[in-house]
């Protein structure tokens, strides 16, 4: 039973509520409390999970620029020939 489940029923106890009773309320909280992260958890991202996408994000992003580097020294490349080619027309 962890620190505040053991103030909590303290609490009841003090208030008057019966032994049996105070620690159906802590073990109702606790279910409760249970419940509800097991909801979040199927929607919430752990640190791990956020490491994860920031990993696999910063692949694609370098493999992105790769990419694009490759695109604009090809251009360039086609760019400087046409323009050679065109000079010599001229």
Do not use: C
């Amino acid at each position: 039973m962890g620190s505040f489940n053991i103030a909590l029923l303290e609490a009841l106890l003090s208030a008057g509520v019966s032994p049996e009773r105070a620690r159906a309320v802590v073990d109702l909280f606790d279910r409760s409390i249970d419940e509800r992260y097991s909801l979040h958890a199927q929607v919430l991202a752990t640190k791990r999970d956020v490491a994860e996408l920031e990993t696999r994000l910063t692949r694609e992003i370098a493999s992105s620029k790769v990419e694009l580097v490759k695109w604009v020294v090809g251009a360039l490349s086609a760019q400087t020939a046409l323009l050679l080619g065109a000079a010599k027309l001229f």
